[in-house]
């Protein structure tokens, strides 16, 4: 049997990856400039890869309804659903997705903060935000390439997700929460808004493929 190749190199070449909380659901905005070998993209879906966030979400909600989630509706399917076809397929790529922002999957700005301050206590794993092309048959999703990735970490992604932050470039930011990253005390009288004692606040890096 003839194996396919998948080309692991990302189309988009990214500018900026935003997170950002809504009054209902949560925003990802991507901005890049597309690459001149990129093939016309008909069918996208999203992958949150990391056994660590799986872990530690589990911990939090149950093995569950962690696995029905994994089963029923990961990966994400991103096109058609989410995102544009002539947006995601220009030169210069400016568009965003919005996720659990209505119907049945509306959820609360409040409710996400509690969950991931949840599993945020749990640990700060590693997780990858995968976002692969390719098409669809009778057997599932054909993976063809890689669209985009960006590596973060859960406290990076939700701190940068309170902030609309681009996830990219070094920023500084506050704490929104009092949970530390792996590894790192927070000082005494870090929490949500509030500066540490002596004006310091965290920095933190992500970087895409």
């Not at 599993?119 to 993976?143: H, Q």
Request: with cysteine; proline share 6%.
């Amino acid at each position: 049997a003839t194996v396919k190749k998948v080309d692991l190199t990302p189309l988009l070449v990214l500018n900026a990856f935003t997170p950002r909380f809504l009054d209902y659901g949560i925003r990802l905005e991507i901005q890049g400039t597309m690459s001149e070998r990129a093939p016309h993209v008909h069918n996208m879906r999203l992958s949150l890869v990391g056994d660590g966030f799986w872990d530690t979400a589990a911990a939090v909600v149950g093995k569950t309804l962690v696995g029905a989630f994994k089963w029923t509706f990961h990966p994400i399917t991103l096109v058609p659903g989410y995102a544009d076809e002539t947006e995601l397929n220009q030169v210069h790529v400016d568009f965003h997705m919005d996720f659990l922002t209505s119907g049945k999957e509306r959820v609360k700005k409040k409710i996400l903060v509690r969950r991931l301050e949840a599993m945020l206590r749990v640990d700060n794993p590693p997780l990858c935000l995968l976002l692969e092309y390719g098409s669809k048959s009778l057997v599932g999703f054909n993976v063809e390439g890689v669209y985009l990735c960006v590596h973060t970490t859960l406290g990076d992604f939700a701190a940068a997700s309170h902030a609309g932050k681009n996830l990219l470039i070094e920023a500084e930011v506050d704490r929104w929460d009092d949970t530390p990253p792996a590894g790192q005390p927070v000082p005494d009288g870090a929490g949500v808004g509030v500066d540490p004692p002596g004006g310091e606040v965290e920095l933190w890096r992500s970087r895409s493929c």
